[in-house]
């Protein structure tokens, strides 16, 4: 390899690693800002993460077109420039003149322009996503090479996923019925800032483009004519909607004072919030810990071993009465970085963000290992169900309505369950007959 090629990989490395962390600031947005909207309309706390999920479902396999189309820098930019429309939207939302009703009381016109801006964020991450996955799985040469990286980009993913809610308590402090989208505007000003500075740096890089190497090549098949992909395809639809609903129903079962929540009576959304960052950690532990093991522990043992633990901690969560408590970390605006007494089964769910954060790379890799030509079209199918990031947690969020938050997880232990299916028996490539070069 040259060492003009080393440099452009190095720089293309980085900079997929940096809109890696940018989709997770983005998407972990959505939940404490359904927290603000959840007081004002019950039904509304899920609702901006349904918006944002919903957008992979129209944009997923546009975006993987936009790739063989376009190439990756121009869909990067084009995504970045989303982006920055979608958080002006939602920064619309939080102007007074918008809070007048729409259809009745429970309906007004700023949730409906900050269901309009999640749902705009959620077209600009499909694309990041689309983009980020295969690049950094051709840089590293596929195969647990390739996990690697995707891990590598994930540790910074988790980073600014634990950081997201931290930044918007810290900013609101404890959630009441007078809190609005305003109180978050410093926020918002900054993904703008952020939008706006990525789109200029990425304008003068220069980024591989395998894709248009290919533009002559014949596609005598498709993705769909592989069953490992497929399978992994509903994997991923499966996964998204674990990662979202673990921490969403910890947060709002903390939360929630009554005796059908944790019962916490002072600070309990503060409380909830700060718990759920600290799932959001170990899932950047866990990703860090799997760069440093990737090249030598395949990504299957890892993705089997993984979803085993889930089950077993999910279990452990449903079965544990609330009565019994611990002390954990956490961090709220009134007492800093303190322990706090919360039900054990938060702890046993807070810790499968080990386990969660390696199933992403994991299951991108598997389902994309052998696809050769047709990664690119496989990619955007893959971002199209991540849907089930919104579909599944909103499943979750009635089922915790009508028969509580930890009967919720039954749904997470049936999705784990496949997954490990997926890891064991799913994941293997029966179609290598099919010319892939």
Known sequence: MTETK??????????????FAMISFVTNMAAPFGTIWGNKFEWSRMAGNLMNFAAYLFMGIPAGKMLLKVGYKKTTLIA?????????????????????????ANFNWAIVIYLLGAFVCGFCVCMLNTVVNPMLNILGGGGNKGNQYIQIGGTLNSLTGTLTPLLVGALIGTVT????????????????????????????????????????????????????????AVAIFMYVGIEIGIPSQVNFFLADASAKGAG?????AAI?????????????????????ISGKVSTRTQMTVVSTVAIVLVLAAIFTPKTVTVSMPGYSVADGFAMFQVPLSCLFLVLCGLCTSVMWGAIFN?????LGKYTEAASGIFMMLVVGGGIMPFIQEQIAKSAGYMNSYWLVVAMLGYLLFYALIGSKNVNKDIPVD
């Open 366 to 370: 598997l389902a994309v290992e052998g």
């Open 177 to 232: 019925a007078q809190t609005s989208m305003a109180d978050v505007t410093p926020l918002l000003f900054i993904a703008m800032a952020v939008f706006a500075i990525a789109f200029i740096i990425i304008s003068f890089l220069t980024i591989p483009e395998p894709a248009k190497e290919r533009k002559t090549t014949v596609y005598e098949h498709s993705a769909w004519n592989f069953r490992h992909f497929v399978l992994g």
């Open 80 to 104: 970045l420039a989303t982006g920055l429309i979608g958080v002006i939207i939602q920064w619309l939302s939080s102007r007074s003149f918008l809070d007048v009703p729409f259809f009745g």
């Open 6 to 19: 080393k440099n452009t990989n190095l720089v293309a490395i980085i900079t997929m690693c940096f809109i």
């Open 272 to 292: 909830g919030g700060a718990i759920a960052a600290v799932y959001w950690l170990l899932m950047m532990v866990g990703r860090f810990s799997s760069t440093l």
């Open 264 to 268: 916490i009576a002072v600070n309990g």
